[in-house]
């Protein structure tokens, strides 16, 4: 702890150390508390006084206090405008997808995402007796024209600059109408209490993190603000294992999926990119390349292996 | 009408006016009242218990989830709207059309009116999930979004509705602060403070006279808009069912047939409680209202046809389950039960001279005001249950709602018909001095005997 | 004082799984693990340590040198990055020993790995000018400050080497030259038949161009012809990326270069007045027409209030019927 903040004078340590333990639960693992725990660091002997989870303010040796990433929490306002310069667009291969949910499973333990709020879902489509089953990743659209932002009484839900469409659940009114008005259904509502990991508790929202999540608001699929605004991937984007996903700036052309990285327009110039329902006008920024010469021959799901049929 | 309007000297108007007042005076409930009065209470009370509960546990407590997030309350709003838009339909329209037999019948369809669009209000406020965010509408509210429209305009229609009702009752409350004897102090107190000092001098009848031709003027197009606006938040999305460019009128109309099976419904009912109130409320006025209602009926059965008969003729490949589960499946019993009984059947009871007697009548309006509020919960609910959906559990896929959502949907109409209750039971519910002038009886007496009653 | 403090700061099942493997801890005196998962299955009595492979990396980047250190290990047959480990990792040049200050070499640093499983030491430069004899460097990780766990350790040798960038750029062909060199002897000399990648930065990762999969020819040297149409950075610069990737001998090289380009990014935020703006950017005909509207029957609502307060200062006017 001594040496990690050296050069740092003494507020912004204690700056650092409050808002490690507020909101490090936000960050990847959350194990802070056990690490701590397991360590075999011995007590420095220096004190250091710490605002607990619960707004109490102890004091505590250093030592105890186990390192971990200072918090990137972007507050609401500058949430609202987004990363200059930049955006996003996803590319989804669904020649690539044999629903491995994957991505899934990371979306649901970065966002800490609890019941039966599912951002990314997986379907079946099979758009009649005589066409070809496949897999289609649905992750929000985060629509140019977004018509969920359209009907927003109160701007919860925004457009930002970047192309990113985000909830801020602490101004929703819960009235829920921009899940009528979506035309995709990627939409939450938080019916009650959500539940977190204990060392969630605390943390700082940000419209960014979507986290915590709170009762009566609606929430979605953010692009993960957070992981972008550090130049990384989103989680569901690195944790596919067969590269279904794509994420990229339009402005620079270029799209990655990890291992590759490929110009925008001549990936849809070469795999007939597409929207889904262009016809609504909406303009999403996720596109999907067709099921064509693919990699995995369809197989329907196991049951329960999806998020939400395991909980029926 | 020739038979309202007799010659009358002014002994004889006079002695017509002291027995309108006789009849007409509100007056102590009987057990019936009573009963009828404790029993709305308990429902309403019980509708705020369930309330505190989704209070702290959240709209969990309801059968809504993500699938199917708006239930009951939303199509419980909606039929509250309909209903409410009657007080412009009875009160302004016929007023501005000089039609003659309006005048016992504005007061009761304008406190049908307020008690509806209150509810409304409050109901839509019991849909949200963050009611403690709601001065956010004003903080940060977007003119964008079709629900500031609506709630811009359920308060502009219910400011004009208070309006509309409180300025010809004022002689009313006049008259109560001085003949009724006996009463408690507290409302004696309550009838004077309302009443703001009404003297009965032509002056204050000629401001009350101006301010119900403004308010018939302006109320018109408020009272479409909201029931318009409120179709809008379901036609400004791209669901199936909603996705609809007849909606407004679509709403509007089913809202005059529904406002005027309210009215014809509290006709009914004064007159079967009120014995002498049949001088006022007579037969011929249920005729008439009856034949207003077969028109209103024919009109939304034109609209009807509009909004399910050419998308099924089409039945592109979103519309086409939702159509199907409606003609013949899932909900297929409610639809043809809501459109047999909610519509044709009153439309051809009500062509014949005898189904227009009161009790027949009667009967008519309360199907169509019970396939009025199931007929919303069709146009809400269906649309969201039928989309493609997948890996989301079973129940979500239908919505049932739950006993506290029954119980609070039920307590806002308790709410709704205690107003009217209370009013009934407070206020003259027919308005003495505007039933004079429909008869015939000059200004001047009239003004003047409402002004004996002062000095009494 | 631990006790406490974990009490106060987490509760629920944390608390429990957190109690009892305080327990065993207290018992062991020492352990290691990364997170619940691996308390849970240390619990389940596989208290044995787990087995670490510790990697080391080195990257030059530009010619700033840093060192990467990540351990991994295998569980259910799966290689699993060990984040947030508790046991610092140290790190040695030539040689595991103390300090020497005179030539840098022994114990340079103390590694943490962070949330994502990787711990860096990035070179100052000052410790640069300290080992600039030295063209060549042997890194040794070592976790020998755990007891359990001390012998985990790798050593890696690298090769001083360098990428030089330069741009040839012409209206119809642009042109990217890459020129991989090493230090042999007394200078540094082109190295061939080694593949070096080229790029163009960007967002995530950067945009291979070029043949792919070509060595450095007999100078050391690797061409790449840039795609005209690539939109740039926002000032007028394309940045240029060529890298060795993870060589035996030279591990990470890496060089950046920023070339003037004209094509620039269609940068168009999304801002203006509509329908899907903030509250405060609604189209003005909308805003200009709701406004009209409220105001009319506003008005007249305010001017109905106004008759009735007229209602009653009339009342208060005396007035005496028979007079008229």
């Not at chain 3, 460097?137 to 976790?143: E, G, L, Q, R, V």
Request: glycine share 8%.
């Amino acid at each position: 702890m001594k040496e990690d903040n050296s050069q740092d004078n003494k507020t912004t340590r204690k700056d650092f150390l409050r808002k490690s333990l507020l909101s490090g639960g936000v960050l990847a693992s959350g194990v802070i508390g056990i690490n701590k725990l397991i360590a075999d660091e011995k007590d420095s002997g220096e004190k250091v006084k710490v605002l607990t989870a619960d707004g109490k303010l102890v004091e505590v040796d250093s030592g105890n206090i186990s390192k971990c990433q200072a918090s990137t929490t972007t507050p609401s306002s500058e949430a609202r405008i987004g990363i200059p310069g930049k955006k996003y667009v996803m590319v989804i291969d669904l020649s690539r997808c044999k629903h491995a949910l994957k991505c899934q499973d990371a979306c649901q333990r970065y966002h800490h995402l609890s019941g039966m709020n599912v951002w990314l879902k997986v379907f079946k489509m099979q758009d009649s007796e005589n066409t070809a089953p496949y897999w289609l990743p649905k992750p929000c659209m985060h629509c140019d024209k977004p018509p969920c932002v359209k009907v927003c009484p109160v701007s919860a839900t925004y457009k930002r600059e970047d192309g990113i469409v985000l909830v801020d659940n602490e101004r929703c009114i819960g009235c829920r109408f921009c899940m009528a008005a979506c035309p995709y259904s990627t939409r939450s509502f938080n019916w009650q209490e959500p539940e977190f990991l204990s060392e969630s508790k605390g943390a700082v929202y940000s419209p960014e993190t979507g986290f915590p999540q709170k009762k009566g608001t609606v929430e979605k699929c953010d692009f993960c603000p957070d992981m972008l605004r550090e130049g990384k991937l989103p989680h569901c984007v690195t944790a596919c294992p067969n590269g279904v996903f794509y994420m990229g700036d339009l402005n620079e052309d270029t799209v990655s999926n990890g291992s590759e990285t490929v110009r925008f327009s001549q990936l849809m110039n070469d795999k007939g990119g597409y929207r889904l329902n262009e016809i609504l006008g909406t303009e999403p920024s996720v596109y999907y390349l067709p099921p064509v010469s693919r990699l995995f021959p369809f197989k329907d799901a196991e049951p329960g292996k999806g998020k939400m049929d395991a909980s029926e | 009408m020739e038979k309202y309007k007799k010659e009358l000297n002014d002994a004889d108007a006079i002695e017509l006016l002291h027995q309108y007042n006789e009849d007409l005076l509100p007056r102590k409930f009987g057990i019936i009242g009573k009963t009828w009065t404790l029993f709305l209470f308990i429902g309403f009370l019980t509708g705020i218990y369930c309330y505190t509960n989704q209070l702290k546990q959240g709209l969990v407590i309801t059968g809504m989830r993500d699938f199917v997030f708006w239930g009951i309350y939303i199509s419980n709003f909606v039929f509250f709207v309909a209903i409410s838009l009657v007080g412009s339909l009875i009160t302004a329209i016929l007023y501005l059309l000089r039609i003659s037999w309006r005048a016992p019948i504005t007061r009761l369809s304008e406190v049908i009116a307020v008690a509806a669009i209150t509810f409304a209000g409050l109901i839509i406020i019991v849909d949200m999930g963050r009611p403690d965010r709601m001065v956010n509408m004003i903080l940060h509210g977007r003119i964008q979004s079709p629900i500031i429209w609506d709630v811009m305009v359920v308060a502009t229609y219910m400011m004009l509705s208070i309006l509309l009702l409180y300025f010809p009752l004022l002689p009313g409350i006049a008259f109560c602060r001085d003949r009724l004897n006996g009463i408690p102090k507290w409302q004696k107190r309550m009838y004077s403070f309302l009443s703001l000092g009404w003297k009965n001098s032509p002056e204050q009848y000629k401001i009350v006279k101006k301010a119900i031709t403004i308010l018939s003027i302006t109320i018109i197009p408020v009272a479409l808009c909201i029931h318009t606006v409120t179709s809008w938040l379901f036609a400004s999305t791209y669901r199936p069912g909603w996705d609809s460019t007849n909606f407004g009128a679509y709403f509007v109309s089913g809202a005059f047939l529904v406002g005027s099976g309210g009215v014809i419904a509290g006709m009914y009912l004064l007159r079967r409680f009120y014995p002498a109130y049949d001088k006022y409320l007579t037969d011929d006025h249920f005729d008439r209202m009856a034949k207003l209602m077969v028109l209103l009926a024919m009109v939304y059965a034109y609209f009807s046809i509009n909004e399910y008969l050419i998308p099924a003729y089409k039945m592109k490949g979103e519309d086409s389950e939702h159509l199907n589960e409606l003609f013949t499946g899932y909900y297929a019993p409610m639809f043809w039960s809501v459109q047999i009984f909610g519509m044709i059947v009153p439309m051809i009871v009500l062509l014949f001279k005898n189904g227009r007697k009161p009790l027949p009548t009667f009967i008519m309006a309360v199907l169509v005001i019970i396939c009025a509020w199931f007929k919303r919960y069709l146009i809400v609910i269906p649309t969201m249950s039928f989309l493609p959906v997948q890996e989301i559990p079973e129940a979500w896929k239908h919505y049932s709602p739950t006993l506290q959502e029954w119980l609070i949907t039920g307590g806002s109409l308790a709410g709704a018909l205690l107003i009217i209750t209370l009013f009934v039971r407070f206020f003259p519910i027919i308005s003495v001095w505007e039933i004079a002038e429909e008869r015939g009886i000059s200004e001047g007496v009239i003004y003047k005997h409402m002004h004996e009653g002062n000095e009494k | 004082m631990k006790n406490n403090l974990l009490i106060r700061t987490l509760t629920g099942n944390t608390i429990l799984i957190s109690l009892l493997v305080g327990a065993l801890i207290l018992s062991r005196k020492e352990a290691i693990a990364q997170g619940a998962k691996d308390s849970a299955s240390l619990l389940a009595g596989q208290a044995d340590k787990l087995s670490f492979t510790m990697y080391l990396s080195s990257i030059v980047s530009n010619g700033n040198r840093s060192v990467k250190v990540q351990v991994r290990r295998k569980e259910n047959k799966k290689t699993i990055s060990v984040v947030n480990l508790k046991s610092p990792i140290n790190l040695y040049l030539n040689e595991v020993k103390e300090n020497n200050p005179t030539d840098g070499t022994g114990w340079i640093s103390k590694l943490h790995l962070n949330h994502e499983g990787e711990g860096t030491f990035e070179f100052p430069s000052k410790f640069n000018k300290l080992t600039s004899g030295l063209h060549e460097y042997t890194f040794i990780a070592k976790m020998d400050s755990d007891l359990i766990y001390k012998d985990v350790e790798d050593e890696i040798t690298i090769s001083d080497a360098k990428i030089d960038i330069e741009y040839t750029g012409e209206d119809s062909i642009k042109t990217v030259t890459a020129t991989l060199s090493a230090w042999k002897d007394l200078a540094y000399v082109p190295v061939p038949e080694i593949e070096v990648k080229l790029g163009i930065k960007r967002t995530f990762n950067f945009l291979p161009f070029g043949d792919p999969g070509l060595s450095t020819d007999e100078n050391g040297e690797i061409f790449g012809e840039l795609p005209l149409d690539i939109p740039g950075n926002a000032n007028g610069t394309l940045t240029i990326v060529a890298r060795l990737e993870d060589d035996e001998t030279y591990g990470t090289v890496e060089a950046t270069a920023d070339i003037p380009w004209t094509v620039l990014p269609k940068i168009n935020p999304l801002r203006g007045r509509t329908l899907w703006s903030s509250g405060d950017n609604a189209p003005l005909l909308l805003v200009i027409s709701s406004v009209t509207i409220i105001v009319i029957i506003w008005g007249t609502i305010i001017y109905l209030i106004y008759l009735l307060f007229r209602i009653k200062r009339l009342s208060k006017a005396s007035y005496t019927y028979g007079q008229k």
